[in-house]
């Protein structure tokens, strides 16, 4: 008879890892479902406590439950998406606990880019079409920074536009007039503009050429070690994680079946789902032909 489990497995050394550490973020027992016929279970039971300057991945399939999970922690789920159970409590640097499940109306617009931050998957889609970039970082000000003078906006937001390495006098730019990687830069700087204390990435670099990949990743690490923000970072791609996490949550129909450090996901995986994960991308310097899908190469294949 085989023992149940209580929570994601783990190792002894993963608490001590994180010993000491101020969390900045705690989800306890989120559970989000999709209220359609059937019932859809998307996000079942999950815990999570994320600390302040840490890179924490959360790896998984599609369709398990990533974004929905982020999704319920920034208050974003729209119907049929139902959160069900749990709580969400972020830790301010000023020493109080807001309850974000309860935040709701002008507080609840107060609390987001302010506190918590969010890129979402696919730029394009994110940004409005029929307006400049100006006038969607100024927008943002206007909401947050009600004080803020024109001239002191656009000093922020060539200033925020700089910072991720976008040339400034793209400023009256539209969407449509950049590059993939440059939108998704400017979506950075936009969630970057409020010096918030949590940014979530969603996929941020899906669907770009790995040399743009790279240098928004170079970016967001560069940013992380500048501003000291934390950051979830939701991808399929475990190799992307294990290079730029400090810890990785692996997620599997809903639930959070691994949490650990990037060093051991990577070393000893203790989850099978894990290792199937791990096993699932192709080896670089491995034998000729070692890339496909049953591991066996025949001899005089042209692939």
Request: hydrophobic letters at 40%; one cysteine or more; aromatic letters at 6%.
């Amino acid at each position: 008879m085989t023992a149940l489990t209580t929570g994601p497995l783990t190792t002894p050394d993963h608490a001590e890892s994180i010993a000491g550490l101020a969390p900045v973020l705690t989800a306890r027992n989120v559970s989000i479902e999709y209220e359609v016929t059937p019932p859809v279970k998307a996000v079942k039971d999950v815990s999570l406590t994320l600390h302040r300057g840490e890179i924490l991945g959360l790896a998984g399939e599609s369709g398990c439950g990533k974004t929905t999970l982020a999704y319920g922690i920034n208050q974003l789920l729209k119907p049929p998406a139902l959160r069900t159970a749990g709580e969400i409590v972020f830790h301010d640097q000023d020493g109080t606990d807001i309850d974000v499940a309860a935040l709701e109306g002008d507080a609840l617009r107060a609390f987001r880019w302010d506190k918590i931050s969010m890129v979402f998957q696919g730029a394009m889609n994110s940004l409005n079409p029929v307006i400049s970039v100006r006038s969607q970082l100024f927008d943002v000000f206007t909401t947050h920074r009600p004080g803020m003078s024109n001239a002191e906006k656009l000093e922020r937001s060539r200033e925020l536009l700089q910072l991720v390495g976008v040339d400034p006098n793209r400023l009256d730019s539209f969407a449509h007039e950049l590059s993939g990687g440059m939108r998704q830069r400017v979506m950075i700087a936009m969630a970057l503009a409020l010096n918030p204390q949590v940014m979530i990435m969603d996929e941020p670099t899906t669907a770009l050429d790995v040399v743009v990949q790279r240098g928004i990743l170079r970016e967001i690490m560069r940013l992380r070690e500048q501003f000291n923000f934390a950051v979830v970072f939701i991808t399929h791609d475990l190799p992307l994680l294990l290079e730029i996490s400090d810890r990785i949550a692996v997620m599997r129909h809903g639930e959070i079946v691994e949490l650990n450090t990037s060093a051991n996901i990577f070393a000893k995986p203790q989850h099978e789902y894990t290792r199937k994960l791990l096993a699932s991308f192709p080896s670089l310097t491995g034998d000729r032909g070692s890339f496909v899908r049953s591991g066996e190469s025949t001899e005089g294949n042209a692939l």
